[in-house]
């Protein structure tokens, strides 16, 4: 028998078929159910750990030290899991021909009885995400999960598993099979754009404090942490006409353009600041709507000679112009700021702050700008003194964004159209202090037309395999520089 497994247990009586897919394929040495609830008539004749923290360290390393056979298996949810054909076989080949320390696979989902394909996507230095989508059954070389439990030194509720992984990854590869090997059950049947807060919701602190602690710890375990010593900013560097600039690239949002730029243009300030919209060759009359704001001076309305850029090449189309401020200031076109002292609020936390970068707080809305769940989303697990290293666990920063022009010329804007700001604030917040205000200034409004509301499942691989080579990249950077530093 080569396999033990974990499964966890919450009361609901479907774990009944798992325990038997399991014993069936004939692979299986011994079961154990762990979980703050364990059926009656499965209490005989299997491991029970009945713990109300599944995933904490104590059982992470109570695993570690029980598993006995060559391999573990760990099955994360309670609902009914059904193998493929030979799916434990396969996964032993991978394992045993990658050398890797766990492999996990492509699977099908039954969501409110319809069976659908769940793709998952490659693990790399940079999946350092906390929710990062391994599917439900992760199958490891016992050798490995004790090596890694054993370097296990903190007492986490909620991150023994982030934990566990973490060190698994810095000695051994985790390995991604794309092939289809089994069909679990997923109850969470919301939209993409509902799920993708849940980071940031209150009720999770407690969770989201010790996934904090677990990474940073990683980051220093793999040479990645920064200290929170910042480099200096002179704002005196260069000469500007406009203190600040709002810049907003759009493309076909007819609909909302104009409450974006009347938002700005009603902006209250001491100094001069100016618009500069970038339209992305616009086909449903954004054009037209623009240029009824033409009578003012402080608007800019630039349309790109070329046809390659996403948001992030409008965004340096528009930072390199010659009328672009001291301060660049981000408004999506979709949304608009709080009231008329936004501007003034952003540019001043520059120079109170003394930071290359600033970052709002922001409230989600729908199209009539009436409060939505989850609210207001203030990021505060950004903190001085470990928001940079926190920044590459999370997976966004908040908005608006706001950037000293001159380090954001020298540091340019990724040209795509998804993650290019996110990519931005972990290149500024490597050498520079990123400063917050926790006030709400800029209203987030989420309507059928965003783009984000409802994203499909390549759709949702994609970004998040470009954010986690973001984060790999910029974990290769930071590994450099704190080299040199000490060099």
């Known amino acids: 028998m080569n396999i033990d497994c974990y499964l966890l247990s919450t009361g609901n009586k479907d774990i009944e078929q798992t325990v038997s897919g399991l014993k069936a394929t004939g692979q299986v040495a011994q079961i154990n159910l762990i979980g703050p609830k364990v059926p009656a008539n499965l209490r005989n004749g299997y491991g029970v750990l009945e713990i109300q923290t599944p995933f904490s360290s104590q059982v992470m390393q109570t695993i570690a030290r029980s598993a006995q056979a060559p391999y573990t298996l760990l099955y994360t949810k309670d609902t009914a899991l ?29 969501k409110e009885g319809r069976r659908q394909a769940a793709p998952i996507i490659d693990y790399q230095p940079g999946s350092l995400r906390d929710d990062f989508d391994f599917g439900s059954v992760l199958l490891l070389r016992t050798d490995a999960l004790k090596e890694a439990a054993d370097r296990m030194t903190s007492d986490y509720r909620y991150a023994g598993l982030y934990d566990l992984r973490l060190k698994l990854s810095q000695h051994h590869q985790l390995v991604h099979i794309n092939e289809y090997l089994y069909t679990e059950v997923e109850t969470d049947t919301r939209l993409s754009g509902e799920k993708q807060f849940d980071y940031v919701d209150p009720r999770n602190r407690d969770r989201q404090i010790e996934m904090e602690a677990a990474c940073t710890e990683h980051l220093k375990e793999v040479g990645a942490y920064l200290k929170p010593e910042f480099e200096s900013v002179a704002f005196d560097a260069d000469d500007f006409e406009y203190e600040a600039s709002v810049i907003i690239p759009v493309r076909n949002r007819v609909r909302t353009i104009r409450d974006a730029i009347r938002s700005v243009l009603s902006q209250q300030a ?218």
């Open 82 to 110: 059904c193998l493929g054909m030979f799916t434990l076989e396969r996964m032993i080949r991978i394992l045993e021909d990658s050398g890797a320390g766990m492999v996990y696979a492509d699977h099908y989902q039954l």
């Open 270 to 487: 001491d100094f001069r600041f100016n618009l500069i919209v970038i339209d992305n060759h616009s086909t449903d009359g954004t054009t037209e709507a623009i240029d009824e704001f033409a009578g003012d001076p402080r608007l800019i309305h630039l349309v790109p000679d070329r046809d390659d850029l996403g948001i992030g090449g409008c965004w340096n189309m528009g930072v390199h112009h010659p009328q672009c401020g001291k301060f660049a200031i981000q408004l999506d076109s979709d949304d608009v700021y709080k009231d008329e002292h936004t501007l003034s609020t952003l540019v001043r936390a520059f120079y109170e702050q003394q930071c290359a970068m600033v970052v709002g707080t922001y409230l989600m809305t729908d199209f009539q700008m009436n409060p939505i769940p989850p609210g207001i989303i203030d990021h505060r697990e950004w903190t001085p003194d470990n928001g940079r290293n926190n920044a590459l666990r999370i997976n966004g920063l908040g908005a608006p964004r706001a950037f000293y022009t001159p380090v954001l010329r020298a540091i340019k804007v990724p040209n795509t159209s998804y993650g290019e700001d996110y990519a931005l604030g972990l290149a500024f917040s490597r050498r520079y202090r990123i400063g917050r205000v926790y006030d709400v200034v800029y209203l987030c409004r989420r309507w059928e037309g965003n783009s984000d509301a409802a994203l499909d499942i390549a759709k949702q691989n994609a970004n998040n395999l470009y954010k986690d080579r973001i984060r790999t990249w910029e974990l290769q950077a930071r590994i450099a520089l704190n080299r040199q530093r000490k060099a």
